[in-house]
């Protein structure tokens, strides 16, 4: 009943602050909200369609182990790798790269345009988008926030404000499959089990989460300006046969690789001269002490301001009381920092936690809403569309805010079925 309220709670704050309330499409909204809703229930309780899932996932865990034989072979140390390299260096970024590499290669020979053009196709026949946004939609529950726009490049400029949105928090609400199998390690670890655990659920995490942001953005940033139905086409690959794909996709794989490993060791340094510096007031001031007295936490510091501000949204989302403030942290945790950094934590606080509360943690996470995607998303899709360069940013928080409320509806969905 508390995540049924979150829902509530969340489209209402949305439609508070939307900047044309008498435009709300509410049949797309409840569409989206009751399609979502359907594609959950068939994941995770329809017998076929969750064992499909399954060998998705466990296909994606074999993958994972193809890369962990490339990172093994690179760095052979007397016929195994060194116990010193068994690190996110040298197990996680490598997996970034191949799993790039194999996104465009996958999308040079179409068989990514098959699933992205039917599930373009049932957004907008159920939620009545226009066929340029839905395409883009559908393309980012497979692809990055920056690629997922390359497939409609040519539409962007001609774009109204409510589509651009649209597009801005789809790339918000998802992830990328680059990134995917990044999650699946730090959640999984070594034991394959787990792996599928995690890699099925991170998956239908980003498929339900396309609906949502639909709901989402359409609520903060309605449609005034119909326009007459086009023809739209997906566009393909630049690539001219699979090995310049290949390539392509490896060394778009490496910059993607390269700025997640420097962000984490920033953001990671960053943590701990706040937290010191944090620690140092709370004993110059004596709350130190009473933290310690009356929480889990030892002294004033970031996990603990994010935690106490993000635990009465995890509340409404369903989960258990005792897990709140944690949960509250994560999620602060990927807004303010990003998800890599979330789900590092969300790996070392697994033993803490409910198994009920670390997988709707999960489904919380699984999205790029981030304060740094707003800068990448105006650089990104601005090279796409200059003219449209300053709308983007106007727009940047507001589809910040979409995408994180649309991985939460998503969160509250999961924790209704389970």
């Excluded at 969750?50 to 490339?70: C, H, L, M, P, S």
């Excluded at 393309?139 to 774009?159: A, C, D, H, W």
């Excluded at 998802?174 to 995690?198: K, R």
């Excluded at 033993?351 to 699984?366: F, K």
Aim: aromatic share 10%.
């Amino acid at each position: 009943m508390r995540a049924v309220l979150g829902i509530l709670v969340l489209t209402g704050v949305l439609w508070a602050i939307s900047s044309s309330r008498k435009s709300v499409a509410w049949r797309t909204i409840l569409g989206a909200l009751g399609l979502q809703f359907v594609l959950a229930v068939l994941v995770l309780k329809a017998p076929f369609v969750k064992e499909a899932f399954q060998w998705v996932a466990e296909t994606f865990v074999t993958v994972i182990n193809y890369t962990w034989r490339g990172s093994d072979f690179l760095l052979n140390v007397n016929g195994e790798v060194g116990p010193y390299l068994e690190n996110f260096a040298f197990r996680i970024l490598p997996t970034i790269v191949f799993f790039s590499a194999l996104s465009a290669l996958l999308h040079h020979m179409g068989l990514l345009a098959l699933f992205i053009k039917g599930f373009a196709w049932l957004m907008r026949h159920t939620l009545k988008l226009s066929g340029r946004e839905s395409l883009a939609v559908a393309g980012n529950v497979f692809l990055g926030q920056t690629e997922s726009p390359l497939l409609i490049r040519p539409y962007l400029e001609k774009m109204t404000r409510s589509e651009l949105m649209l597009v801005m928090t789809g790339g918000m609400a998802t992830i990328a499959g680059s990134v995917f199998a990044a999650f699946v390690q730090i959640l999984g670890g070594t034991d394959p089990e787990m792996q599928a655990y995690f890699a099925t659920h991170l998956l239908t995490a980003s498929l339900i989460s396309a609906p949502a942001s639909v709901a989402a953005a359409k609520l903060l940033v309605p449609e005034t300006n119909l326009q007459a139905a086009e023809k739209v086409e997906l566009v393909k690959s630049e690539a001219s046969n699979f090995l310049e794909a290949i390539t392509s996709g490896t060394r778009d794989g490496l910059v993607l690789a390269a700025n997640v490993g420097v962000m984490l060791l920033v953001f990671t340094a960053l943590v701990f001269m706040v937290n010191d510096i944090l620690s140092w007031f709370g004993g110059f001031t004596g709350l130190n002490g009473v933290i310690a007295a009356h929480t889990t936490f030892d002294d004033l510091s970031m996990e603990f301001v994010l935690g106490y501000i993000g635990a009465p949204i995890a509340w409404l989302v369903g989960i258990a009381s005792e897990d709140c403030v944690l949960v509250g942290q994560l999620l602060g945790e990927k807004t303010v920092i990003n998800e890599f950094y979330a789900y590092e934590t969300l790996g070392k606080l697994k033993a803490e936690m409910s198994d009920r509360s670390v997988l709707i943690a999960t489904y919380i996470l699984c999205g790029f809403a981030n304060f740094a995607s707003i800068g990448i998303q105006v650089g990104g899709i601005g090279v796409l569309a200059p003219s449209r360069r300053g709308e983007l940013a106007q727009l940047g928080f507001r589809a910040l805010l979409a995408g994180t409320v649309a991985c939460l509806l998503t969160a509250c969905v999961v924790s209704i079925l389970t």
